[in-house]
């Protein structure tokens, strides 16, 4: 069993002194104990005037850099400007206040930053860093300011309201490549998305046989020269499309799974937005399909990663509470001459119009996973 000092409040301290020197103080009348008395009469209004002093003119301002990610450290700035001509500030303490208007604690832990020292008309940084653990947008209200020096015994504040919100993207990890070079390589779907625009008289490049290539198509002589059958490429090959579909168009009273059915729900659109990262890491174009909801989600594919960033965010706004919306015919038309995969809570009948497509369960999170990312989590 371990052994941990903790120290004691100088408050503490300072009220224990009191008791002993002011009995010695007003009752012996001795001069050092009406020394020590004065002292420390004079220690407090000297805390608590400078405190005072200095956090009058201390001015701060939050700076919020990029959004966050769940289970990834988030650091949030502060620049802090001490427009004073006389006094420099020391030991100041920043914190975000939760209040019934704010939301950041729902999705943070609580930390906070300390200034060592800004000198007169000095501007200095600081930084908290915060830990995400649930994915939706953090609204920032309040930053408070707060100093005991020089002796700790008073705690002067100050509150500076600037209104901030940061949009915490869902879990994501790093998906086995397997995963998707599979579905954009096999299978019906896979196979269509990557020889769009295959016809052509011009001779491009040579690539390995796959099924369902035409035999007007393989080189011969080359095939007999290198021992397997290839064939002739005659365009470039486009580049691999990917849609990644959410499906949760069941509610969560109606999901048929082990685990909570809710920690079910956001393990798909985890595993949702790790397959959208992995797909733009693999440099293929990817769309972005949710089920049950109105989103307001662009259909095309796209490889930036502002469209990216605009995809991740729309997951990050998904409510599960709110009512639950019928799939769409219009919204599978567009789903073609594509690799689809289809991402769900739990197991369920596969969608009529989307029978070729690939479909995982929250239940296989962890198997999706690079070993490393796995040995990791473990």
């Not at 939706?136 to 002067?156: H, K, L, Q």
């Not at 080359?222 to 949760?248: H, M, N, T």
């Not at 693999?282 to 949710?290: G, R, Y």
């Not at 001459?337 to 989307?354: A, N, Y």
Request: charged share 25%; proline share 4%; glycine share 6%.
């Amino acid at each position: 069993m371990k052994k941990r000092t903790t120290s004691i409040h100088p408050t503490i301290v300072f009220v224990v002194l009191l008791l002993l020197v002011a009995p010695s103080a007003f009752f012996q009348g001795k001069n050092l104990p009406m020394f020590l008395f004065g002292a420390m009469i004079t220690s407090v209004a000297m805390t608590f005037f400078w405190a005072k002093l200095v956090l009058r003119n201390i001015r701060i301002r939050r700076i919020i850099q990029a959004p966050a990610t769940v289970d990834e450290p988030y650091s949030i700035r502060y620049e802090v400007r001490n427009t004073s001509k006389w006094f420099a500030g020391f030991s100041l303490w920043i914190e975000e206040q939760q209040t019934t208007s704010t939301t950041w604690q729902n999705h943070f832990r609580k930390s906070r930053s300390w200034i060592m020292e800004i000198g007169v008309g000095e501007t200095v940084h600081g930084e908290s860093a915060f830990w995400p653990t649930s994915r939706g947008e953090a609204t920032f209200e309040s930053i408070r300011v707060t100093t005991s020096f020089p002796f700790g015994m008073i705690r002067s504040s100050k509150v500076v309201r600037q209104i901030t919100n940061v949009l915490v993207y869902p879990e994501i990890v790093s998906v086995r490549p397997s995963v998707l070079q599979a579905i954009v390589s096999a299978g019906s779907l896979g196979q269509r998305s990557n020889r769009q625009g295959r016809d052509g008289d011009d001779y491009y490049d040579l690539r390995e046989f796959v099924s369902g290539d035409r035999l007007g198509d393989i080189a011969w002589k080359a095939s007999a020269r290198r021992g397997e059958l290839v064939c002739i490429q005659r365009s470039r090959p486009s580049v691999s499309r990917v849609r990644v579909v959410l499906d949760l168009t069941t509610p969560t009273d109606q999901l048929k799974c082990e685990e909570d059915p809710r920690h079910a729900e956001e393990i798909a659109i985890s595993l949702t937005a790790s397959l959208l990262v992995e797909a733009m890491r693999q440099e293929q174009e990817v769309a972005l399909s949710v089920l049950g909801f109105s989103l307001r989600i662009e259909g095309g594919f796209h490889t930036s990663q502002r469209r990216m960033s605009r995809m991740l965010a729309s997951l990050s706004l998904i409510q599960l509470d709110a009512k639950r919306e019928p799939i769409e015919l219009r919204s599978l038309i567009d789903m073609k001459h594509s690799g689809i995969v289809v991402v769900r809570p739990d197991q369920s009948v596969p969608i009529r119009s989307l029978k070729d497509a690939w479909y995982f369960t929250s239940s296989q999170f962890e198997e999706l996973q690079r070993l490393q990312q796995r040995s990791d989590t473990a």
